[in-house]
């Protein structure tokens, strides 16, 4: 939000009345480190915005506290920023983002991960079995490529997975888990196509 980024106007009689106070993001910029920028497909235009001359050329955050004067914030050489955003139709409440604002950034697609490094992930986690996580992760796998080829309007993520091995080391069935995990994913109409891969393993 806005006020994450700049600041919020306060009231406190023992200060005088109306003041502003920064945002920590404001000051976390002015010493050096990495700031995660989560989510950046969710926040607002205007958002997004004002993070233009902060990753530009520029690097100043401007502070508009409304009261007449205008404050700008440098940005210290040693911060780097790391952006994520989940693209695609399937993901609800995001909005398509400004070329302006990807081309500030190196773009990284990051696929799912391996299957023995899924596998493994659910092993430490869960506490599921090897066998188990392989057949978690192909089912995974086989909707995820089904999603790929348009077949589905969405893909299983790694949550998921772990929601299903978590469900298994609990003592339910594997094929219990692992509709209680996927099936909640897809619309309804795609759940009889869902649950016939479920079926098939």
């Known amino acids: 939000t806005i006020s994450t980024l700049i600041g919020n106007h306060r009231h406190n009689s023992s200060k005088g009345g109306s003041y502003f106070e920064r945002s920590q ?13 989560d989510e950046v497909s969710r926040a607002n235009t205007t958002s997004n915005n004002i993070l233009f001359p902060v990753l530009d050329k520029r690097r100043t955050l401007t502070l508009d506290i409304a009261m007449g004067e205008e404050q700008k914030i440098k940005v210290n050489d040693g911060v780097c920023f790391v952006a994520t955003a989940n693209i695609g139709s399937e ?54 490529q089904l999603n790929r080829e348009g077949e589905l309007s969405t893909a ?34 795609e759940r009889e196509a869902v649950l016939d891969v479920l079926s098939s393993f």
């Not at 998921?160 to 509709?179: C, R």
Request: charged share 25%.
């Open 156 to 189: 299983v993520s790694v949550r998921n997975t772990l929601d299903a091995a978590e469900m298994v080391s609990g003592g339910l069935s594997l094929n219990h888990s692992l509709e209680l995990a996927f099936l909640p994913v897809y619309m309804r109409e």
């Open 91 to 144: 993901y609800t409440g995001t909005t398509s983002l400004d070329p302006a604002f990807t081309g500030r950034f190196r773009v990284v697609t990051i696929d799912y991960m391996p299957d023995d490094a899924e596998i493994k992930i659910l092993k430490l986690r869960k506490a599921c079995d090897n066998k188990e996580g392989e057949i978690i992760v192909k089912v995974a796998n086989h909707l995820r």
């Open 25 to 37: 993001f404001s000051y976390a910029i002015e010493r050096p480190g990495i700031i995660l920028l």
